[in-house]
């Protein structure tokens, strides 16, 4: 709960911050170009000046890369803590987390059809991912409606969903009856910073954060929305209890389909 309020918050502030890096970065960049743009003009004229302007560039690139250390610094994650997770289980018990943050005029409904399949992923992640979700859900839904979790068990052929190999796989599906998406937006939905909400309330980062995990987790997502009816994104995760795990494989990122 703590380390979700950390997360949250962090993710929040790296929104806030991201217009000034910009900025900086973009000032830093400046003063290289310029250095290195008088250390031209000065070419076999003046080798002092030259070497001037040249120190100077160094100067403003040294400031950038340390500027970008500090911020790879701030988001990097603890080292990831992998281990068997059983989805339904883990969305089972948020039962009340959701209740509380979907709020009293939107039923939630979780439905376990899968019973012990395991995943392997940090429990953490997970549990922020369908938070995640459930947030998005709630936001497009105004409201009202309802949001549907599911978990199953799936058999995929090879490519039926993204890039994935033949395999079991788990999936988890969330549901809204919300606004859905136009096809412009679905495309982008997976931008870092990518958001259609007010400044202060989206940072953009929820599905990205939702993609990075699902491919650290060498799974697909797939996504339906309809304009007007709702949304529903799917992990499918590879299941890995020991019976039945798909291969591990180096693949692309996770392909967005519409249906
Ligand atoms: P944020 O929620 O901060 O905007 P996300 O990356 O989670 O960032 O989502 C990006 C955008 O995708 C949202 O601003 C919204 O336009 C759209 N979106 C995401 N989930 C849904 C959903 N369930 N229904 C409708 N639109 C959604």
């Not at 459930?134 to 009202?144: I, K, P, Q, S």
């Amino acid at each position: 709960q703590e380390a979700r309020m950390r997360q949250a918050q962090k993710m929040e502030a790296i929104g806030q911050l991201t217009g000034g890096i910009a900025h900086d970065f973009n000032n830093m960049l400046a003063v290289v170009m310029g250095g290195l743009e008088l250390a031209k003009r000065q070419l076999g004229q003046d080798d002092e000046l030259v070497e001037k302007h040249i120190d100077s560039a160094t100067e403003g690139a040294l400031r950038a890369a340390a500027l970008t250390r500090r911020l790879l610094a701030f988001t990097r994650e603890e080292a990831l803590r992998t281990e068997p997770v059983d989805p339904g289980a883990v969305v089972a018990g948020m039962s009340d987390l959701l209740d509380r943050t979907l709020g009293d005029t939107i039923a939630v409904a979780v439905r376990d059809a899968g019973s012990g399949w395991q995943v392997r992923v940090d429990r953490l992640q997970l549990e922020n991912v369908v938070l995640n979700l459930a947030v998005n859900a709630r936001d497009a839904m105004d409201g009202r409606g309802t949001l549907t979790i599911t978990t199953a068990g799936t058999t995929l052929s090879a490519g039926a969903v993204g890039d994935c190999p033949a395999g079991e796989y788990v999936s988890l599906s969330v549901t809204d009856t919300g606004a859905g998406m136009t096809p412009e937006v679905l495309e982008r939905v997976f931008e870092p910073f990518f958001t259609t909400k007010p400044v202060g309330k989206g940072t953009g980062l929820g599905l990205s954060q939702v993609f990075a995990f699902t491919r650290q987790a060498e799974g697909e997502i797939a996504l339906r929305s309809t304009p007007g009816e709702g949304t529903t994104v799917t992990l499918y995760l590879p299941r890995r209890d020991g019976k039945a795990a798909a291969p591990a494989l180096q693949r692309p990122a996770p392909a967005v389909r519409q249906d």
